[in-house]
């Protein structure tokens, strides 16, 4: 009997056993199956934390006993960038994370995090539930023994903060960044040094001068990390996460262990949490913003040369990439998607924002 069939049977079993032994629909806790969780975040992680949570909370609800649900923050169990790992090996049953951390196992998995110049949060949801990026996030992860959903969004993440203001693509030269993704790797192009380090440590790294600076998130969840205390220089607009998916991805051969209702509840509870997430981010932000200015940020744009820096650093690192079969395929279903949706939001919703600013302004 090889491994999956073994553990199909294991909790059919199990399954059969409580039926016949219980009375109420409740399922005795010595009956519940226990998942292991574990996340690329630190505990308290404003925002990321919170999804990864929030995933494990409605899993634990809605399955009425018959889960267990166990987090593990980042060096709990296993470092923050092993998740992937322990899970794909069994040492742990699922993991909530930014997906791009892992495009050194592939570069495809850099899209259902956020790729530079990608898709918005509304075209991420659109792209992946309407347009296939579900399927391809499936197919991807079956390589690897994984059954992944988004779970979380922090919509789009700001440019970042920084030891100097940028003027010019050259101002990137030797500067140490932290930035992961294919983001990182267009800066990289520019002559930055990048840096791919775990939240947790990020602070650390630029209050020592290990690193001159790093994108996180956004306002929010950039005050709270408390980088302000730092550098007061700060991008609110970036190229490289325009609206950034986080996600669960749990041992293929445990989800398919259990039943049908279980699999739906992880599904579902993955779902709610993208979308509670983005919600909770958008909210924050605004506020947060207002407090980083009043305490002595500088807010800034990139200028329109260094725009252009990052388009051309972006294009290299798509096209080293496309003699990959599911790379090329998930960055042209991608890329179709936000042709078809962006022209109707542009003349729809964009077109009422405009006016609405206009007339009540």
Request: net charge negative; hydrophobic share 40%; glycine share 12%.
């Given at each position: 009997?090889?491994?999956?069939?073994?553990?199909?049977?294991?909790?059919?079993?199990?399954?059969?056993?409580?039926?016949?032994?219980?009375?109420?629909?409740?399922?005795?806790?010595?009956?519940?199956?226990?998942?292991?969780?574990?996340?690329?975040?630190?505990?308290?992680?404003?925002?990321?934390?919170?999804?990864?949570?929030?995933?494990?909370?409605?899993?634990?609800?809605?399955?009425?006993?018959?889960?267990?649900?166990?987090?593990?923050?980042?060096?709990?169990?296993?470092?923050?960038?092993?998740?992937?790992?322990a899970?794909?090996?069994?040492?742990?049953?699922?993991?909530?994370?930014?997906?791009?951390?892992?495009?050194?196992?592939?570069?495809?998995?850099?899209?259902?995090?956020?790729?530079?110049?990608?898709?918005?949060?509304?075209?991420?949801?659109?792209?992946?539930?309407?347009?296939?990026?579900?399927e391809?996030?499936?197919?991807?992860?079956?390589?690897?023994?994984?059954?992944?959903?988004?779970?979380?969004?922090?919509?789009?993440?700001?440019?970042?903060?920084?030891?100097?203001?940028?003027?010019?693509?050259?101002?990137?030269?030797?500067?140490?960044?932290?930035?992961?993704?294919?983001?990182?790797?267009?800066?990289?192009?520019?002559?930055?040094?990048?840096?791919n380090?775990?939240?947790?440590?990020v602070?650390?790294a630029?209050?020592?001068?290990?690193?001159?600076?790093?994108?996180?998130?956004?306002?929010?969840?950039?005050?709270?990390?408390?980088?302000?205390?730092?550098?007061?220089?700060?991008?609110?607009?970036?190229?490289?996460?325009?609206?950034?998916?986080?996600?669960?991805?749990?041992?293929?051969?445990?989800?398919?262990?259990?039943?049908?209702?279980?699999?739906?509840?992880?599904?579902?509870?993955?779902?709610?949490?993208?979308?509670?997430?983005?919600?909770?981010?958008?909210?924050n932000?605004?506020?947060?913003?207002?407090?980083?200015?009043?305490?002595?940020?500088?807010?800034?744009?990139?200028?329109?040369?260094?725009?252009?820096?990052?388009?051309?650093?972006?294009?290299?690192?798509?096209?080293?990439?496309?003699?990959?079969?599911?790379?090329?395929?998930?960055?042209?279903s991608?890329?179709?998607?936000?042709?078809?949706?962006?022209?109707?939001?542009?003349?729809?919703?964009?077109?009422?924002?405009?006016?609405?600013?206009?007339?009540?302004?």
């Open positions: 009997m090889d491994r999956r069939s073994f553990i199909r049977a294991s909790a059919l079993g199990g399954t059969a056993a409580a039926a016949t032994s219980l009375a109420a629909p409740a399922i005795a806790a010595s009956h519940a199956r226990t998942l292991t969780f574990v996340t690329t975040w630190g505990r308290g992680l404003a925002g990321v934390h919170d999804a990864a949570q929030r995933v494990a909370d409605s899993i634990n609800a809605m399955s009425d006993g018959s889960l267990n649900v166990e987090l593990k923050a980042a060096g709990e169990l296993v470092g923050a960038f092993e998740v992937f790992d899970v794909t090996s069994g040492q742990a049953d699922m993991y909530h994370g930014a997906d791009y951390y892992f495009v050194g196992q592939h570069p495809a998995y850099a899209f259902f995090t956020g790729v530079p110049f990608g898709s918005t949060a509304q075209e991420t949801m659109i792209w992946y539930y309407q347009d296939g990026g579900k391809l996030h499936d197919e991807l992860g079956e390589i690897f023994g994984l059954k992944s959903f988004i779970a979380g969004n922090t919509g789009a993440q700001a440019g970042g903060w920084f030891n100097k203001e940028i003027n010019s693509p050259e101002d990137f030269q030797g500067l140490k960044f932290r930035m992961p993704g294919l983001g990182g790797q267009a800066l990289g192009k520019l002559g930055a040094s990048i840096q380090l775990p939240g947790g440590e602070y650390q630029l209050a020592s001068g290990a690193i001159d600076g790093t994108e996180w998130i956004g306002p929010w969840a950039d005050e709270k990390a408390g980088f302000q205390e730092i550098t007061k220089t700060y991008y609110t607009a970036g190229f490289h996460e325009p609206g950034v998916a986080l996600s669960v991805a749990m041992n293929r051969d445990v989800f398919d262990s259990l039943t049908p209702g279980q699999q739906k509840i992880i599904e579902i509870a993955s779902l709610e949490s993208h979308q509670w997430n983005l919600s909770q981010f958008i909210a932000n605004g506020a947060a913003l207002a407090r980083l200015q009043s305490g002595g940020v500088k807010v800034l744009e990139f200028p329109d040369v260094v725009w252009d820096a990052f388009a051309g650093a972006s294009r290299e690192v798509f096209e080293e990439n496309m003699s990959d079969d599911i790379f090329k395929r998930t960055y042209d991608l890329q179709a998607s936000i042709k078809s949706t962006s022209g109707w939001l542009a003349q729809s919703e964009g077109v009422y924002t405009k006016q609405r600013a206009r007339v009540f302004s």
